[in-house]
């Protein structure tokens, strides 16, 4: 996710400063990781080195002085470039649970049961999202954003079942190569 692309995005509604940024951020991407306080300044900073946003002034509003930035037309198009663009899918099949896998071959590990502990823990992720979409006052966000991850998760699932299935010819190819 680029950090700079959401913060455009939510500048495209209105000016605002730092600190109403990562709170908005965190409620509109709410099974993201929060951003940090030091990553919206330093990301704001560059916004405003790269032409894309600018200070539009400060304001206190009865607490700590706050700079306030907004988007400029030169940002505006960006965040329509980059909304735009098709994301890639992955390129390279990087997968840790895969070489994981592997690496309990070759170091005469436990691949099976690794794989069971695995899918323990995915079923338990599973569990604590589909709590989340379903509590009372889940919006949509929220649940978008759960059924996001259980996709991926179950995905992970198959593909373990899968991979067990096969282990005994993986185990004899890994060990001959």
């Known amino acids: 996710m680029s950090t700079r692309h959401i913060l455009l995005g939510l500048l495209a509604s209105g000016p605002s ?11 509109r991407f709410p099974q993201a990781r929060p951003l940090a306080y030091g990553q919206v300044y330093t990301t704001l900073q560059r916004l405003v080195r790269d032409g894309l946003a600018e200070v539009e002034g400060t304001d206190s509003d009865g607490g700590p002085e706050r700079t306030v930035y907004r988007a400029t037309d030169e940002g505006v198009r960006e965040l329509s470039r980059w909304a735009g663009e098709i994301a890639p899918p992955a390129p390279f099949v990087t997968n840790e649970i895969f070489a994981k896998v592997v690496v309990s071959i070759l170091s005469d590990g436990d691949p099976a049961g690794y794989l069971r502990a695995q899918r323990a823990a995915h079923m338990d992720r599973m569990r604590e999202l589909t709590a989340v979409k379903t509590a009372g006052g889940a919006d949509l966000a929220t649940v978008l954003s759960a059924d996001f991850a259980l996709n991926h998760l179950d995905a992970d699932l198959r593909w373990m079942t899968t991979t067990a299935a096969r282990l005994t010819t993986l185990t004899a190819e890994v060990d001959t190569a």
Do not use: F
């Open 17 to 27: 400063h730092g600190y109403d940024l990562k709170r908005r951020h965190d409620a």
